[in-house]
């Protein structure tokens, strides 16, 4: 009997990260141009930023339940143990459609051990704590090992998070089209984290670089034990200044490591290309 984790795209990493950790991957559907796509699986991440530039305005929805019930069965009649972890239930309705097929599932197989968790994290915070738990799989973790540190990283996981452009969070809903008018005209940047799985503003800062030197004061105000924990950068393609912001973290402190990856779909088609999000544990990783 073997342990399975499953997480889906809105966790950021890319199809090695899923090869490597043996993480089974279920798409939210991102809607453009009238067309469903699969993310990372019919549609890159790429070809959603380059639609933003042109003034397109991508949608994304949830997981869908059949894609679960299908997942689920499987590893039902499989005989496997199986542990979902979500992207954040207040940021997309996933998780809760998770948990219905999960009670379907289960009434079809009362045996089948199967944990759907709400992590409250996005992107390559999400990300990390999936990696872990895969990390513990592999290194032969119990069902209750693997359940007690993947919980020990989603509820100390920190997400920083800056935009480029604020327009794309008013078409989200994320801050009023006065917000995003005078920001854009005073080139404010606003520096956004996560509460309780909520995306909140924190501050607001005037210029790309001070900006960047104000999400490692943060860091340093809430980070711990840096050289212990791997930290995560995800952008909104790009690179460049994703590198720029590791080689200022390595300046700064001895990590254990830097892992970049691109924004996917589900978040990038609210924040826009440019975006960049930093994460790492505000307690000593397990």
């Known amino acids: 009997m073997s342990i399975k984790i499953l997480a889906d795209s809105a966790c950021d990493l890319s199809a090695e990260d899923f090869q490597k950790y043996d993480i089974e991957m279920l798409p939210l559907t991102v809607q453009l141009d009238g067309e469903d796509y699969q993310d990372g699986v019919s549609i890159s991440s790429k070809q959603v930023y380059d639609a933003m530039r042109e003034g397109k305005a991508p949608k994304t ?15 039902a009649k499989a005989g496997n143990q199986v542990l979902y972890l979500a992207f954040s239930s207040e940021l997309s309705g996933t998780f809760q459609g998770a948990k219905l097929m999960e009670q379907e599932v289960k009434e079809e197989y009362p045996d089948f051990e199967l944990h759907v968790l709400d992590t409250k994290c996005a992107s390559l915070g999400y990300g990390l704590v999936v990696i872990r738990a895969a990390e513990s799989v ?3 973790a119990s069902m209750g090992e693997v359940l007690a540190v993947s919980k020990h990283y989603y509820q100390h996981m920190e997400h920083i998070f800056t935009v480029d452009d604020l327009e794309y969070l ?10 995003a008018f005078v920001g854009t005209l005073l080139k404010v940047k606003p520096l956004l984290h996560m509460e309780d799985g909520k995306l909140i503003p924190l501050e607001k800062v005037r210029g790309s670089k001070k900006v960047y030197k104000r999400i490692l004061e943060v860091m340093s105000e809430r980070g711990t034990d840096f050289e212990n924990q791997v930290v995560g950068i995800s952008h909104g393609d790009d690179l460049e200044t994703a590198e720029q912001i590791a080689e200022m973290i390595r ?4 990590v254990k490591d830097i892992k970049i990856n691109m924004i996917g779909s589900s978040i990038g088609a609210h924040a826009g290309p440019g975006t960049i999000s930093i994460f790492f544990l505000n307690d000593s990783p397990k």
């Open 170 to 179: 008013y078409r989200g809903g994320r801050v009023s089209k006065t917000q």
């Open 251 to 254: 300046e700064k402190w001895t």
């Open 138 to 140: 592999q290194s032969g």
């Open 61 to 75: 929805a949830q997981v869908s339940p059949h894609l679960f019930k299908e997942a689920f069965e499987k590893h």
